[in-house]
């Protein structure tokens, strides 16, 4: 039983609870002026209740037996009702966790919640004069006893440590890389109907109709879908040109490509309604569908992101001299962002086989194209970066058809880049549930008219091309209706993901070396730089694996620090190549050549100039293999030097890493010395999974001993670069040195210090740091970075969370101040790590 007896008795309640909210003046003056209507469908009870305050007089009624024009629509339960009156229930949670499914204007249903509360107490009044005083009962909460002499238990229990309490970092093991099985995908070209063209956009309408209904029902666990209902004739026209090699990339509005480029439709529809069964097993969504076995490589719900991974996918198509092309789906809002011109250009540079498709259906999201692009002609846009681009009438699919294979065939003989740009309509709105009040009913019904479905079938009766009859399009329409209803059922009964499916696929297996082991001593060494060792590293990944390639600003000349000098005169300019200053591009184009095949080293000059491709690192290095279910891997290496020290002032000189460790997807390492250098470049290298690579600028001309022969270094694995007793330090990069410094002033007074050089930031090793705790009780963190929320944060926080009971007295943190990196030498210096300070503050924390 629910909360409520039955129906019949909740209806009374909040009837007469709405009869008390509409006869309190305070309440109805306040939402005065919010024109809408509200239903609350309580889907336990299956009876709506409709809240309409669309006239002078609010009023509310049940059930009515004609149809109701709504604003919002509010699906819960009534016990979620319940709860929310009497304010017992989390309301953003409630959305989250689905409780309640808000669809409509809902920010102005949010508007409300502030007026309805002086109708908060109502409902207890109602409830007690109705006779059910038995709802406000709570149970109620022990009270915890008062513990005594907590410090004193403390010091004298026996020292534990729970390192169950850390989230263990989601990586797998293998001994190899799963790849891609080769000549398992066909290369013909496809023999296409002019039925073919026209089934396939039967059913992408289909598919998206149900869709439709499905979302308005609460069916599918989303706030936001996005259909292409009367866009069929694009994704039927392009796709059915495509071979199984051929990539695509395209947007949040990609069901249509993404079905006719041959993609399940069982599975896709299971992945709509977040079932394991599906494409993703329920980590994408309607977003973020992929299918990799067919050239798929993901809808991406950034908007301008596919661009900078079709271009990454058509490197990886010359550079394997290939005569796939690589196709980008993207919309006429799209080319207002950075990423587009960016990819453009490098698209055009490079010469790739790049296809752009851009899809005018005259609106960015809610703006009209007039308002959002300068040049409302968008293929002159694309004409100005010397790329091939033309218009076409996107409604005409045999136009599609047939232009756009043309050019295809062009692009498969020459591999130059193309574009095309197709004018259409979009019948539903931006997302599905908008009020759609930036287009006016007229103006859709006109463009209804040019329906490409229809004018196809038209045009195939008229002419009878083929052997086509209404009856064959009858038959047609019902196969396709079926198969529907069967993807349908077939995505209701799939399971939902299993809880342990949570963080699994967060990174591809690596192989378990890369992780494991130690950091032997250098018995037989080289003395040479950090730079050095960095280069040595590069040539002898580059040397093993001819996947390797490496690009970035000026890198043929070795960067702004020398650091790659020398290494195109062994490789060339096929594999060290000069990129323009374009850093989404670096980032979003090597995440492209990584999905399909390629293991690029990106190099960005600054690490301060990370923050210019924040969207490709973490919206898509290092989150596309969770969201698509573990369909890809992304091998990819960022180097990028950080810090400060060589009077750069603030927009060179930050501590960069801070903003990277702790995003699932990335692995960030950060070596201190040469020796490190080397060994974990080389092992990020070889890591099937995303690496930030972080060298601080004052380090590259540090030397040091590296062992003569092959060797690689653990990554997620901490390294004591001094031993001790009395106190532990754990620091990296730059404060490595800083630490070394002051433990030999502290060693002259008798403190013997313990140092910790973390090396990779994420995943971190707290086990290391936990033992050195155990046998000294004093932890002190070193960064150059600010104090507020940073790596020794973490550190603390760990040790607080599995030691607490290790340690001696509370953890002392050095860091810099809270102010930018100055100009002036002298405040510069004030921000470093400085051993003289270090060791002045440690001396006073131990005695």
């Known amino acids: 039983m629910g909360i409520y007896n039955d129906k019949e008795e909740m209806k009374t309640i909040l009837s007469h609870l709405w009869e008390k909210i509409f006869n309190t003046p305070e309440i109805v003056n306040s939402v005065s002026g919010e024109k809408l209507v509200v239903r609350f469908r309580y889907s336990d009870l299956k009876t709506d209740l409709y809240i309409d305050l669309s006239k ?9 037996d004609h149809d109701v024009k709504i604003d919002v629509d509010m699906i819960l339960s009534s016990e979620t009702s319940h709860k929310f009156w009497m304010q017992d229930l989390n309301v953003p949670l409630a959305i989250a966790s689905r409780k309640i499914i808000a669809k409509g204007s809902i920010q102005k249903a949010l508007k409300l919640i502030p007026a309805l509360k002086p109708a908060f107490p109502m409902y207890p009044e109602v409830l007690t004069q109705l006779g059910r005083e038995n709802l406000l009962i709570k149970k109620k909460k022990r009270k915890k006893k008062k513990k005594w002499g907590v410090t004193l238990f403390n010091r004298l229990k026996k020292k534990r440590v729970n390192l169950e309490s850390i989230p263990s970092f989601p990586m797998f093991y293998s001994e190899e890389l799963t790849k891609e099985k080769k000549g398992k995908k066909s290369r013909e070209k496809r023999t296409v ?90 980590k994408g969504g309607s977003m973020h569908v992929t299918d990799r076995s067919l050239g798929i490589l993901g809808a991406n719900g950034i908007v301008g992101a596919g661009y900078l991974l079709a271009m990454g996918a058509g490197f990886s198509i010359k550079y394997e001299k290939r005569n796939d092309i690589s196709v980008v789906f993207a919309g006429d809002g799209s080319v207002n962002q950075g990423m587009f011109h960016e990819a453009m250009n490098m698209i055009a540079l490079f010469d790739l086989p790049v296809l752009i498709i851009i899809e005018n259906n005259l609106y960015g999201e809610f703006t009209p194209v007039e308002r959002h692009s300068a040049q409302t002609e968008l293929f002159k846009r694309i004409q100005a970066y010397n790329i ?57 019904e006109k463009y209804k008219k040019e329906d490409p479905i229809q004018q196809y079938k038209n045009e195939l009766l008229k002419n009878k091309i083929t052997v086509t009859s209404k009856e064959i399009l009858e038959k047609m329409d019902q196969e396709i209706e079926k198969t529907i209803a069967q993807s349908v059922a077939f995505a209701k009964k799939s399971p939902a993901p299993d809880i342990s499916e949570l963080c699994t696929k967060i990174y591809f297996p690596d192989n378990r070396s890369l992780f494991e082991g130690d950091f032997p001593e ?50 060339g300019t096929g ?124 380090l590259y001309a540090n030397s040091g001993l590296t062992p003569v022969g092959e060797y690689t270094l653990p990554l997620g694995k901490a390294r004591i670069v001094k031993k001790g007793d009395d106190l532990t330090i754990v620091t990296h990069l730059l404060g490595v040195s800083a630490a070394m410094d002051a433990a030999r002033l502290l060693s002259k ?68 101040p809270e102010c930018p990196v100055p100009y002036a030498k002298n405040l510069e210096n004030e921000m470093m790590p400085n051993p003289q300070k270090i060791a002045e503050l440690i001396e006073k924390m131990v005695i």
Request: a negative charge; glycine letters at 10%; aromatic letters at 8%.
């Open 56 to 64: 002078d007089t609010p009023t509310f009624y049940w059930d009515p």
């Open 575 to 698: 594999r060290i190549i000069d990129t323009p200053i374009s850093e989404n591009g670096i980032i979003g184009g090597a995440i492209g050549a990584a999905m399909t095949g390629m293991r690029p080293v990106s190099e960005i000059l600054f690490g301060d100039f990370l923050t210019c491709c924040m969207d490709p690192i973490l919206n898509q290095a290092a989150k596309l293999r969770y969201m698509t279910g573990g369909q890809v891997s992304i091998p990819l290496t960022i180097r990028t030097p950080v810090g400060s020290g060589i009077g750069m002032s603030a927009q060179h000189s930050q501590s960069m890493e801070r903003f990277f460790f702790g995003i699932p997807g990335l692995i960030v390492a950060a070596p201190s010395d040469a020796y490190t250098a080397k060994g974990l470049l080389k092992s990020a290298i070889r890591s099937n999974n995303p690496v930030i690579f972080f060298e601080h600028k004052l």
């Open 522 to 571: 250098i018995t037989d060494g080289k003395e040479m730089s950090v730079a050095q060792a960095i280069n040595q590293a590069l040539a002898e990944e580059m040397e093993r694996d001819g996947n390797v390639f490496l690009w970035g600003e000026d890198v043929t000349l070795g960067g702004y620090f020398s650091v790659t000098e020398g290494l195109v005169d062994k490789f």
């Open 388 to 444: 091939e681009s033309c218009r076409i009438n996107g409604n005409d699919a045999a136009a599609v058809f047939k232009e756009v294979g043309a050019i295809i065939q062009k692009m498969r003989e020459d591999g130059k880049p193309r574009a095309v740009e197709l004018m259409t309509y979009r019948w539903h709105g931006h997302m599905e549930g908008e009020p759609e009040l930036y287009r006016t009913t007229k103006e859709k």
């Open 749 to 816: 007074i008798g403190i013997d210090v313990e140092i910790i050089d973390l090396l990779t930031l994420y995943p971190l090793d707290t086990k290391t740091v936990l033992d050195s705790i155990a046998k000294t009780g004093l932890l002190v963190t070193i960064e150059e970075g600010t104090f507020t929320g940073g790596i020794g944060s973490e550190v603390i926080a760990r040790i607080s969370t599995a030691g607490f009971n290790l340690l001696k007295r509370a953890p002392l943190r050095i860091a810099a």
């Open 193 to 282: 109907t002019e039925l073919d063209i026209l089934k396939v956009m039967c059913t992408i309408r289909a598919f998206e109709t149900h869709c439709s209904q499905a979302f308005r029902k609460g069916d599918i666990p989303t706030e936001a879908i996005h259909l292409s209902i009367g866009q069929e004739a694009i994704a039927a026209g392009v796709c059915l040109n495509l071979r199984e090699t051929d990539y695509i990339n395209t947007t949040h509005r990609g069901h249509g490509h993404i079905i006719a480029k041959g993609a399940d439709l069982n599975r896709m529809m299971a992945e709509l309604y977040g079932k394991f069964d599906g494409l993703c097993e329920g």
